[in-house]
């Protein structure tokens, strides 16, 4: 199966701070998704991704698909954008519906 | 429009044990999955449905049975609890398999 790796494993943040969340995939994607764990452990789907880029508020994703990678812009971070990120999808081809997730990042955003 | 609505949220069983966690999604999805979430391993697929009536084997089944007898519900099945399915169970469902997955809020269960 593709591996996903995601970085930084952690970051830590001043509420105002931007950052950037990376996503790096073994092999070519579909389905490529970025979710939002909250510390109260609910996952939101923030952006489903495949290729370009989009935005959503404070929140811009973009995947690069011939490169096999996709990063998560936060801007003007606020103490809400803590929790985990994870990244997610399944191999290009075939009828794979295994969605595999990264580790996540998580990130922690201070007053 | 409740979206995805997990039940129970928590659970306490001993081993031996047998229960089922329920799923519905409101939005006339398709697709359907459960996922098992542990520390350090991220989320794992467990089984899945393409539409009423099917199901399929994900990443990590063994001890565990499906089934999607109605669109819109899909339960997950112990049979004998082990304490190595201590672990917060999602389900999520998506319109189609190249379609965002939209989660629920997850049942916390725990084996002794």
């Not at chain 1, 990063?71 to 999808?89: E, N, R």
Request: net charge positive.
């Amino acid at each position: 199966g593709i591996q996903v790796e995601q970085s930084p494993p952690d970051l830590i943040l001043q509420e105002g701070a931007n950052s950037t969340l990376r996503c790096n995939f073994s092999d070519s994607v579909n389905n490529l998704q970025w979710f939002h764990q909250n510390p109260w452990g609910q996952l939101i789907n923030l952006f489903y991704i495949p290729s370009g880029t989009k935005q959503n508020g404070r929140l811009s994703a973009t995947t690069v698909a011939t490169e096999r990678y996709s990063l998560l812009y936060i801007s003007s971070s606020q103490t809400t954008d803590s929790g985990v990120y994870f990244c997610a999808g399944n191999p290009s081809g075939g009828s794979n519906y295994k969605l595999t997730f990264g580790k996540g990042t998580l990130l922690t955003v201070n007053p | 429009n409740a979206g995805v609505t997990q039940t129970p949220k928590f659970r306490v069983l001993k081993t031996g044990q047998s229960m089922t966690l329920l799923c519905a999604q409101d939005m006339n999805h398709e697709y359907m999955y459960w996922y098992r979430q542990d520390p350090g391993m991220g989320l794992r697929l467990i089984h899945y449905s393409v539409g009423e009536g099917t199901t399929a084997k994900g990443e990590v089944p063994d001890g565990y049975n499906v089934s999607r007898l109605k669109k819109q519900n899909f339960l997950l099945g112990l049979e004998s609890a082990a304490p190595s399915q201590t672990s917060v169970y999602f389900c999520a469902s998506s319109r189609g398999i190249n379609q965002p997955q939209h989660f629920g809020d997850g049942t916390r269960l725990s084996i002794l």
